[in-house]
């Protein structure tokens, strides 16, 4: 499915003296997916997401948003952005209901029931009319989304967004960005380093290491990335020496434990699930009893992520 | 337009919803309306008439008479005498009574006429009877009197003015009497005392007891003892530093605050460019300290009204030139002075505002301000008082445009195009360096 580039990246350079923070980014993100940023701490993710909200100046490259050049038509690409960067801010002595006024005022957004609709959006009705100052972090962080929503954006930047939100948070803002995304065909950018929280909210993802694209893929590549070609199987058994002669495995894939309870067998992963069934049918006809089979050592997403991103100098130095 | 007017909406309501604010506004007034009303007359004041002592009354005079005794003119020893009359008649200096004995003794009179002992005698009941219009009328008849006091006399029968007891023409027509007295002794005036004797006659002519434009009788803290509302209207303008002040806090939080509080990231991912954002900071505060000013202006005329409500003394605006006098009206003098002291508060607020938005710190920005307030005027003084003329080319010696334009300035001969120049440039300093730091900063 071919949908219009929101936002596109190309050649993306920035350096603070002469450390380079950002070196050669290219990036293109589609209407209606959730797409999610990667990279370890100090990668370079909140300062592209900076330049591209206009609080930062690039070095060189082109940003364009909805076709329109950041630097040429600022005002026309910002009015198709909506961001969160870093933590939520809002003015603590004004009303949410007020901070949300000065954006749509600034928005030239008139229909007081669009700013309705968005509060409602984000489940915030109840308590918009009180001091901001006396709001949790999670509603902060709802208030934050609603901000971004009010002008229907075609993108939407989170830098981090489900830092300090409870599971209910968490679980209710990955309903509304999926929503935003697959419903309304919004571009939704997520950024993180939460691999488990990405796996589920995002159509594809785009990783960066110390300040360079390591690549765009989409999540199913990934997790199909994350699979061996060989995975790991626990069999507990009464006999353990018995159940390796039986289960018609190459020596080299079994390992039998000291104990003789355990029986671990390396198995194809294409052909996993009948052979681990083969192998059970195989034990229990031979009279071994048969206690449990437990999958070991899938390799996690967590496991591509860090190997993607492996520091070349290695120790996890910042660079 | 429409969206730079919501621009500035946005920023009043900053300002305005902070308790803060609302506290300082309030403080702002009560203070106001406290040194405003302390520091109403209690009554309303008369210009005093100028009444020396009189005790130096044996002593007065000890130049003339000694004069008479060595030269011995005709009749000296009579002049003698009625020399010693001013001190048994107790009269005070300056007073029309002395005048009269003093125009017997200055004249001159020759060994061949008589000395006129009728007239004096009838002078002395004149004096006794305090009858100035008789004596005057004598006078002018038959006495050799000098051309201003030829005038004053003429003129205090014509307009039936007792010489001594209306304060604010006692002095002015002394004034008139002394440039006619020496320009008939050099039979040329100045091109000043035509002007200078234009304006007095004109005023006594129009009954114009104060004179605004004047800047030594008609501005400025002086004025509160004058007894009228105008240039007690005049007096209040210092109330502006209160709004000064106030306005102080605001320009120095307005920028910095954003950056403190961690709003600016939502404020500039706006579609708004940066220099409109920051304008419409500046053109709020500007705007609420006009206001303010104009609030606090028309208070002080409600309270000089209340405290002039007679109205007894008439002021208006006179300028002269080439001896013809120009009279404006009252009120737009007032309203000038008070514009013109008001320059002082938009420099020093627009220069808080670019300390704002350059340091990002509300604290030191509105410390600053205020050293620079405060100082300012005194380093300039300063440094005119010791001489350094670098001092003209700094701010506060050139904020003071009614100073220089009454040819008063701090430095010689500094001009009123210079001192806009300079003041002009400033600004301009001030609101570059602002707005360039505020586009350029990386959030």
């Known amino acids: ?319 | 337009m429409h969206k730079f007017m919501a621009l500035m909406k946005n920023e009043y309501i900053k300002i305005l919803k902070k308790t803060s604010s609302k506290v300082f506004l309030i403080l702002m007034f009560l203070g106001v309306l406290f040194i405003a009303l302390e520091a109403m007359p209690s009554r309303s004041y008369e210009i005093a008439p100028v009444k020396n002592s009189t005790s130096t009354t044996v002593n007065r005079h000890l130049d003339l008479r000694n004069k008479l005794e060595n030269e011995k003119p005709p009749y000296y020893q009579e002049k003698i005498d009625l020399l010693k009359d001013i001190s048994l008649y107790n009269l005070y200096e300056g007073t029309w009574q002395e005048q009269a004995i003093l125009n017997i003794v200055n004249t001159d009179f020759s060994a061949d006429d008589d000395f006129p002992v009728d007239m004096v005698k009838k002078i002395k009941e004149f004096i006794t009877t305090d009858d100035w219009q008789g004596y005057f009328q004598l006078a002018l008849k038959e006495q050799k009197l000098s051309a201003g006091i030829k005038w004053k006399y003429k003129f205090c029968i014509d307009k039936s003015i007792p010489p001594d007891d209306t304060s604010w023409r006692v002095n002015i027509i002394n004034n008139v009497q002394r440039v006619l007295d020496s320009s008939e002794k050099n039979n040329e005036l100045p091109s000043v005392q035509k002007d200078n004797l234009a304006l007095w006659t004109y005023q006594l002519e129009n009954d114009i007891a104060i004179n605004l434009s004047d800047y030594r009788t008609g501005n400025y803290l002086t004025s509160f003892y004058r007894g009228n509302r105008w240039s007690m209207w005049i007096g209040y303008s210092f109330l502006i530093h209160a709004v000064t002040i106030l306005l102080i806090i605001f320009a120095g939080s307005s920028v910095a605050n954003e950056y403190s509080q961690g709003t600016i990231k939502f404020l500039l991912v706006n579609p708004v460019k940066r220099w409109k954002i920051l304008l419409s900071k500046y053109c709020t505060i500007i705007s609420i300290g006009v206001f303010l000013t104009a609030i606090v202006f028309f208070i002080c005329g409600i309270i000089a009204s209340i405290c002039d409500s007679n109205g007894a003394l008439k002021a208006a605006s006179l300028t002269v030139k080439d001896a013809q006098v120009h009279q404006s009206s009252a009120f737009f003098f007032v309203l000038k002075t008070w514009a013109l002291n008001s320059l002082t508060m938009l420099v020093v607020v627009t220069f808080t505002f670019t300390l704002s938005s350059f340091t990002r710190r509300s604290a030191a920005a509105i410390t600053l301000s205020l050293v620079f307030l405060l100082l300012g005027a005194s380093l300039s003084a300063f440094l005119a008082a010791t001489g350094s003329d670098w001092g003209r080319f700094l701010l506060f010696s050139n904020l003071d445009i009614q100073s220089i334009a009454d040819g008063n300035p701090l430095f010689y001969g500094q001009t009123v195009g210079f001192a806009v120049f300079v003041i002009i440039e400033h600004m301009a300093v001030f609101l570059i360096t602002a707005f360039d730091a505020f586009n350029k900063k990386e959030v």
């Open chain 1, 1 to 319: 499915m071919t949908n219009e580039i929101v936002l596109d990246i190309k050649y993306l350079d920035k350096s603070y003296g002469n450390r380079t923070v950002l070196k050669n980014i290219n990036m293109q993100c589609y209407a209606g997916e959730v797409f999610g940023f990667l990279g370890p701490n100090g990668a370079g993710k909140t300062t592209t997401i900076k330049i591209v909200a206009g609080l930062i100046k690039k070095d060189c490259g082109v940003v364009t948003i909805c076709g329109k050049d950041l630097k040429q038509d600022f005002e026309g690409a910002l009015s198709c952005i909506g961001a969160i960067v870093e933590n939520p801010e809002m003015y603590k002595y004004l009303s949410g209901l007020d901070n949300m006024k000065q954006y749509a005022r600034m928005r030239g957004i008139d229909d007081p029931r669009r700013l309705d609709e968005v509060i409602s959006m984000v489940g915030m009705t109840n308590r918009i009319n009180e001091k901001v100052s006396r709001y949790s972090l999670g509603m902060r962080q709802r208030l934050g989304v609603a901000q971004a929503l009010l002008h229907q954006p075609k993108l939407l930047i989170l830098d981090e967004p489900m830092n300090g939100l409870d599971p209910e948070g968490i679980h209710e803002l990955r309903i509304i960005l999926k929503k935003l995304a697959h419903e309304y065909g919004i571009c939704v950018v997520v950024s993180s380093h939460i691999m488990s929280e990405m796996e589920q909210l995002c159509d594809r993802v785009g990783i960066i290491s110390a300040g360079r694209m390591i690549g765009t893929y989409s999540v199913d590549e990934l997790i199909n990335q994350s699979k061996d070609t060989f995975c790991v199987y626990e069999f507990r058994v009464s006999d353990a020496g018995k159940a390796a002669e039986l289960c018609g495995l190459d020596e080299k894939h079994i390992d039998v434990s000291a104990d003789n309870h355990v029986l671990l067998c390396s198995i194809r992963s294409e052909t996993e699930q009948d052979t681990v069934a083969d192998i059970n049918s195989r034990i229990c006809a031979g009279g071994v009893k048969l206690y449990t089979v437990t999958p070991k050592s899938t390799k996690s997403l967590e496991d591509v992520f860090i190997s993607l991103t492996h520091d070349a100098q290695g120790g996890g130095q910042i660079a």
